[in-house]
């Protein structure tokens, strides 16, 4: 059976091509026929192969243009670069950074979703709870003593927010996840399946493994985005704080007593350990690990796979396991290399 083809989505907002030009700052690169390119509408957005007359696509790099559909009526966002390789039949906006533009323009396409107001009649709401203006409550949601939910949010179905939590405005909640124990910002996005304020994994020394009992919560701030299946366990005694605009990608784990700063992103089953803080605008590669108690500075970049064990200060590029300037790790992995090729070749001299 033939693979389905990709589809783009229609988009909820349509735009002239002028239009789309002077929301990027951009400049139409006239080839032919300027005034009907102005006035040629944008409807969807695609890849470079499968745009067709409508569609708006970006390229990044020129190589990336032999991948441009050669049909009509295609838009293509190119950097100025890239203009005396642009082939002839597109429409072109020559703006700064093209990936961001076109996320950009993909923003004022297709608008996040936006609250209906309505709360269905299936869902178990405290009387005391606090619901803000035009909130969005779906369909077997449990709502807490004492929750305060702010204006223009959106609770999907099968979430359970339990007692004191209190939550921003203009925040979207998405299916199945549950959060106790917590404070969440403004304009947060927090995806299905996500487990907040649950207590961290703290065992007693004796022996006995009783977990110890955690009295502090979880602090997140505005703008900031949880994937879908993460879990960010309240701190013992203090909070467990996520700083503002911090992204979270799906499947990652954060205990407890931690702190992230402002800015950092940390990519798909990253897992932080106990009492780490770390700093402002950091970038946690895929599957990247930090051991407990260990402190990281600001602006630092960890490639995928790292072992974080000790202390790390600020603008470092990390890799490795354990943790160490990138150049060296790539001559450690050089050097295991020769070792390896020398192994095998005195076997088999031996042989």
């Not at 990652?252 to 897992?271: E, K, P, Q």
């Amino acid at each position: 059976m033939p693979a389905a083809k990709p589809t783009s989505t229609s988009a909820k907002i349509s735009l002239s091509v002028a239009e789309a030009t002077q929301l990027l700052s951009g400049r139409l690169l006239t080839l032919a026929d300027a005034d009907n390119q102005k006035h040629h509408q944008i409807t969807k957005a695609s890849s470079l192969s499968e745009a067709e007359s409508g569609s708006v696509c970006f390229a990044n790099q020129a190589k990336a243009l032999s991948h441009l559909s050669k049909a009509a009526g295609v838009v293509c966002l190119i950097g100025e670069d890239m203009v005396n390789e642009a082939p002839a039949g597109p429409i072109y906006i020559v703006v700064d950074h093209p990936k961001d533009r076109f996320s950009a323009l993909l923003a004022a396409m297709y608008p996040p979703e936006i609250s209906t107001g309505h709360i269905h009649p299936m869902v178990d709401i405290s009387p005391d709870a606090k619901i803000g203006q035009n909130v969005q409550i779906d369909s077997f949601v449990q709502i807490g003593r004492g929750v305060v939910l702010g204006d223009n949010t959106i609770i999907k179905s099968g979430v359970v927010i339990a007692d004191h939590v209190v939550i921003g405005h203009d925040t979207l909640v998405m299916a199945n996840t549950v959060i106790m124990n917590a404070s969440v910002g403004d304009h947060v996005v927090i995806g299905a399946g996500v487990v907040i304020g649950q207590a961290g994994f703290g065992l007693t020394d004796d022996g006995e493994n009783h977990l110890v009992t955690h009295i502090g919560g979880v602090s997140i701030g505005d703008h900031s985005y949880i994937g879908p299946k993460c879990t960010i366990d309240r701190g013992m005694l203090d909070n467990t704080i996520i700083g503002a605009r911090v992204m979270i990608d799906s499947h990652c784990n954060i205990a407890h007593n931690v702190t992230i700063g402002d800015g950092t992103i940390m990519c798909a089953r990253a897992g932080i350990a106990g009492s780490v803080k770390i700093g402002c605008r950091n970038i946690l590669g895929p599957a990247v690990k930090v051991a407990d108690h260990v402190t990281i500075g600001d602006d630092n970049l960890f490639v995928g796979l790292t072992g974080v064990t000790k202390q790390v200060g600020s603008n470092q590029v990390m890799g490795g396991f354990p943790a160490v300037p990138v150049s060296d790790f790539r001559y450690q992995v050089a050097a295991l290399r020769r070792l390896v090729r020398e192994v095998k070749q005195k076997a088999k001299e031996r042989t």
